[in-house]
């Protein structure tokens, strides 16, 4: 019998459009996005299912509109197989998709969960608004030829590091725009496949969202946290927690360390998951575990 992980995406996945379609078919998925509502102060439905795009991009809107469209394509799966949804062992999520990941798993409840993820996404625009930084995707190239490039590029008192660690030969760096733009520049002399500027509004997962931190533990403080009842693989060290302050504590560091996705995966890899599905916007996270295994197996949960 397949063992069976979930995996849910993280910013970047969205799309106009997205669970317009879920909550029409679906009482269950339109009952998320009417208790979001109620939670968030707006209709987060207007935006996912009408936008405008540069609404739905908004860090802002775009972390509580993943979050409740993931939800609700479970709710998909669910109905077309229980089994298949109570057989799940083990859930990932990239970046916020951890916060989707722990809500499903039954550690935090819906509206908790989606009220520090209104918090988060809040508290990420604001650093990012107060320094002019970005992230770009380099493809071709190994870890430690990328941060030989971070090092030799960036200036005193600049921030470029590596910030996701995604599949083999496919990391993305996160800094300033200006060094950002230089290591964009000498990732294709040093012979990589791609360079791509990412559509984010800031530096994520490094010391520029330092000033996020703060807030983002306040709104974790005012929650409970409860054991999950299934393993959820944390971005910051690859490995499952348990204890609800050993999560809440990797919550906050999340933000300003780097996501170590592939390790995630070859960690469940090694665990003999052998059936994943990826749940929400998008394709990107089937894409990645193809990359790292190819024989893995990973059906999408289309939002």
């Known amino acids: 019998m397949s063992k069976i992980a979930f995996l849910f995406p993280g910013q970047g996945a969205q799309t106009v459009g997205m669970g317009a379609q879920l909550a029409e078919r679906l009482p269950a998925a339109r009952q998320l996005f009417d208790r979001a509502a109620a939670v968030l102060g707006y209709d987060l439905a207007e935006i996912c299912f009408h936008g405008p795009d540069e609404d739905l991009d908004s860090t802002v809107y775009s972390q509580p509109a993943l979050f409740v469209t993931s939800l ?44 520090v993820v209104q918090q988060r996404g809040q508290a990420m625009q604001e650093a990012s608004d107060r320094t002019p930084s ?23 008192g600049e921030i470029l590091q590596c910030a996701n660690f995604l599949c083999p030969k ?31 509004a ?23 946290l ?18 609800p302050e050993d999560m809440r504590e990797l919550l906050i560091r999340q933000v300003v360390s780097p996501v170590r996705w592939e390790d995630s995966m070859r960690y469940l890899l090694g665990e003999s998951f052998d059936m994943f599905y990826e749940i929400g916007a998008g394709r990107v996270l089937r894409g990645l575990l193809k990359r790292i295994d190819r024989k893995a197996t990973c059906e999408n949960v289309s939002c």
């Open 226 to 243: 409860r054991k999950p009842r299934i393993p959820v693989i944390s971005n910051v060290d690859a490995r499952p927690h348990e204890d």
């Open 72 to 115: 609700a394509a479970l709710e998909l799966l669910r109905q077309e197989s229980t089994q298949k949804v109570d057989a799940c062992a083990a859930a990932a999520g990239l970046s916020l998709g951890e916060y989707t990941a722990i809500v499903f798993a039954g550690a935090m409840e819906f509206e908790d969960g989606l009220k």
């Open 170 to 200: 496919n990391i993305a760096v996160s800094g300033h725009n200006a060094a950002c733009e230089r290591i964009a520049d000498a990732a294709v002399q040093a012979g990589a496949m791609k360079v791509v500027p990412l559509a984010v």
């Open 134 to 156: 970005g992230m770009v995707s380099i493809l071709g190239l190994d870890p430690d030829q990328v941060q030989q490039l971070c090092d030799e590029v960036r200036r005193e």
């Open 202 to 224: 800031g530096a994520f997962h490094t010391a520029i969202m330092d000033s996020a931190v703060e807030r983002l533990a306040a709104a974790l403080a005012d929650v409970p």
